[in-house]
């Protein structure tokens, strides 16, 4: 398996614009989060599903944030719009679903995303 | 609100020898991940403990938790340079999952 996939790598963007990060999960992973890494406020888990589903949002920052898993396969996460304090590195993780926060979670590679 | 705090925050230490980083936790967390990240890569989770008294080992890693005293342990045993890296631990609470602020670990030959 590939393991998961992310992208972009790198998004470079001006303030205002909508951005759209983009993850594909290993396949068979029931759990998919999403997280959110800077200097200044560390590691923070965003949102995650289980079998497409939101389940808990309660990281998301603001409403300026959105994230969707139209299927088993893909997952976005959208900010729109965007502001400089957004500038950080996004994860993905995807785990199975024997249940929640007790299996190992793999993380993609991340996107590092600045905002100007 | 789960608080997480790791130390030390840096750490460095001589190939060879062994050291200890502690992960404190603020309230109930009955489960524990230990994760690894190299500079400018993405993390590679290490342990999953999932009860108290857990103790999981991986190469010259050793993870613990205790749940009564809310901590966790990290031994590294004769550290070698390729251990070099930042450590976080992340506790659970109410399926909310809270990181520590990372303990960078530096091994000098």
């Known amino acids: 398996d590939a393991g998961v996939i992310q992208s972009p790598r790198h998004e470079v963007t001006e303030m205002g614009q909508e951005v759209t990060l983009r993850c594909k999960p290993i396949s068979g992973h029931d759990y998919l989060f999403w997280y959110r890494q800077t200097m200044m406020r560390g590691l923070e888990l965003l949102i995650y599903f289980n079998n497409n589903v939101p389940i808990d949002d309660s990281g998301m920052p603001e409403d300026r944030f959105s994230a969707k898993m139209p299927n088993a396969s893909f997952s976005t996460l959208k900010i729109q719009p965007s502001e400089p304090r957004d500038s950080a590195v996004y994860f993905c993780?995807?785990?199975?679903?024997?249940?929640?926060?007790?299996?190992?979670?793999?993380f993609g590679p991340g996107t590092r995303l600045l905002v100007l | 609100e789960l608080k997480v705090e790791q130390n030390p925050l840096f750490l460095s230490m001589q190939e060879g020898k062994n050291y200890t980083i502690y992960c404190n936790y603020s309230t109930t967390s009955d489960r524990l991940y230990w994760y690894r990240q190299d500079p400018g890569k993405s993390l590679e989770s290490l342990f999953v403990l999932l009860s108290n008294g857990a103790v999981k080992q991986e190469g010259r890693l050793m993870a613990s938790l205790d749940t009564k005293a809310r901590l966790s342990t990290l031994h590294i045993t004769a550290a070698v340079h390729d251990l070099s890296a930042t450590y976080f631990c992340a506790g659970v609470n109410n399926n909310d999952m809270r990181f520590g602020a990372g303990t960078r670990l530096t091994v000098k030959p």
């Open positions: 993780a995807s785990s199975l679903g024997v249940g929640l926060f007790q299996e190992t979670q793999y």
